[in-house]
């Protein structure tokens, strides 16, 4: 058949976390997954925890679009050729109350004195994993926030914030629906990326609210979870 006379190349976009996604266990990077990703035939969004200067920059040192879903949908940031957006969604404010009353009942963030995971962050607060999760919980209650546990940082967010609406905010800009994209994820932090998408991945390292949420859960973890997921929609009709 001629090149010309070739199907289409018809693969969904992705929304794909980032830590326990396309990591190792230590949060390492995959090498594998910046050709991965820059080779997808179609967009591909990062919808992260993380603060916004770092899916950002792996966007960059990948060779992706910048389509990026930051602090748990908290931050939304789009720069292409034909897309220039940043959608700030949140209450730093009401978090920054919160560590503060958390800091008052004797407890840290955990960070050290640089504090370089919360020093970006526009819309939330995150804190260590080794510090008291059930007193955040009641605090961020008492200010009308709520605690995710993405299995690498306690994350402070506003009620009404999630990934799930990061990427319908992405997929509006696109001119797609986010029912159109395959997401891949590890944490309950994803779940909403899950119920927005069409299609979803838990990783075998996912805990319980992303493994329920998911349409399949790969039988490989963390990013040979990411490239099985891969796999199995290039192989779907």
Request: with cysteine.
């Amino acid at each position: 058949m001629d090149r010309a006379d070739a199907a289409p190349d018809t693969r969904p976009p992705l929304a794909v976390d980032i830590d326990g996604t396309l990591t190792d266990r230590h949060r390492v990077v995959d090498p594998r997954v910046f050709a991965a990703l820059r080779e997808w035939p179609a967009p591909v969004v990062l919808a992260t925890g993380k603060a916004l200067p770092y899916p950002v920059a792996l966007c960059e040192f990948a060779g992706l679009a910048t389509l990026v879903v930051a602090e748990n949908g908290g931050v939304v940031c789009l720069d292409t050729d034909s897309h220039d957006e940043l959608v700030i969604d949140g209450d730093r404010a009401a978090a920054e109350r919160v560590a503060a009353a958390y800091r008052e009942a004797g407890h840290d963030l955990g960070w050290g004195s640089l504090d370089l995971v919360n020093r970006w962050r526009e819309t939330e607060i995150a804190v260590s994993r080794d510090a008291p999760l059930d007193p955040l919980r009641e605090i961020a209650a008492d200010h009308g926030l709520r605690v995710f546990d993405t299995g690498f940082a306690y994350h402070v967010v506003s009620p009404d914030v999630d990934k799930g609406r990061g990427l319908g905010i992405v997929a509006d800009r696109l001119g797609r629906d986010s029912e159109e994209f395959v997401a891949i994820g590890d944490s309950e932090n994803d779940v909403a990326t899950f119920e927005a998408a069409g299609r979803s991945f838990a990783v075998a390292n996912a805990d319980d609210a992303a493994t329920q949420a998911a349409d399949q859960v790969t039988d490989t973890a963390y990013a040979n979870g990411f490239f099985e997921a891969l796999s199995t929609v290039r192989s779907s009709p």
